[in-house]
């Protein structure tokens, strides 16, 4: 029997990845300014490199570095994510991208493999669990390659409606730093920048169906009462020379 699809999973990524790819395909794919490719390409020279996409979802990510770039292994870990990401890449006869199925922990690459690797939100939260990824980013990428890791800043979740989704006291000001801020800067030496990128959703229906869908009941309400149809997410941008 086919399950009823509910009008939001209230902040569960652990199922919105496994049970609703087409959403997270879907809100992934509304566009946002500046891009997160014209961010990266401000800072760093991806042409003629061959890239690493940790946590490639359902390839929105990967597609785009595809454009900026030599070529593109997106890994990812859940098959009905890679499934739409290989059904769009037929679609749209994309030459230089491939998947492979696995984990950010353990990745099945040879030690310095690809000339950049680049996760962009890939969802870790454990301690030791980012140690392993960041060991396992490093050991992958040549010597005079670059190591990126682009998630969204410590106090920007679900972006500039953070506060009506988790309420005002679990954010203040001063939050500007979290868990992988403290590893990756203190214990690896990433360097940081950060950028703000402005989402405008179709119409304030799109927003519920697809961000609303992800972030829950409250702000579904807000952005309904608001009539509003966009969201600023501040993101953080770690990168290491190797
Ligand atoms: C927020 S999505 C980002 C997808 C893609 N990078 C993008 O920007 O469109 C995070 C992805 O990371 C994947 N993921 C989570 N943990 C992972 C792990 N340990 N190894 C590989 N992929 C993982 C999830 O299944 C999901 O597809």
């Known amino acids: 029997m086919q399950k009823t699809k509910p009008l939001t999973i209230e902040n569960r990524g652990d199922i919105l990845y496994v049970d609703y790819p087409e959403v997270y395909d879907a809100f992934a794919s509304v566009v946002k300014k ?5 961010a990266l390409k401000k800072h760093f020279d991806l042409q003629d490199k ?4 940790i946590g490639s979802g359902a390839g929105d990510s990967t597609f785009q570095l595809s454009t900026i770039s030599k070529a593109v292994i997106g890994l990812e870990i859940e098959d009905n994510m890679r499934s739409i990401a ?3 890449m037929e679609e749209m006869n994309i030459q230089n991208v491939s998947f492979k199925k696995g984990t950010a922990l353990q990745m099945e690459l040879p ?27 490093i050991r992958v990428t040549k010597p005079g390659g670059m190591v990126i890791n682009l998630g969204i800043a410590p106090y920007s979740y679900g972006g500039d409606l953070a506060e009506i989704i988790l309420g005002p006291s679990k954010i203040t000001e001063e939050d500007t730093e979290g868990v ?29 169906s697809t961000y609303g869908f992800i972030f829950g009941q409250q702000v579904i309400d807000y952005i309904r009462i608001n009539n509003r149809n966009h969201v600023n997410w501040t993101y953080r941008v770690h990168y290491l020379k190797k």
């Open 180 to 208: 992988v801020d403290r590893i990756l800067r203190d214990e690896f030496g990433f360097d940081y920048f950060d950028y703000e990128a402005l989402q405008t959703f179709d119409s304030v229906e799109h927003m519920v």
């Open 86 to 88: 290989l059904k769009s």
């Open 111 to 137: 030690d310095q493999s690809v000339d950049v690797s680049v996760a962009i939100t890939l969802p870790l939260f454990i301690e030791d669990e980012i140690r392993m990824y960041v060991k396992e980013t």
């Open 50 to 53: 061959v890239v690493l996409d």
């Open 34 to 38: 500046p891009t997160m490719m014209e």
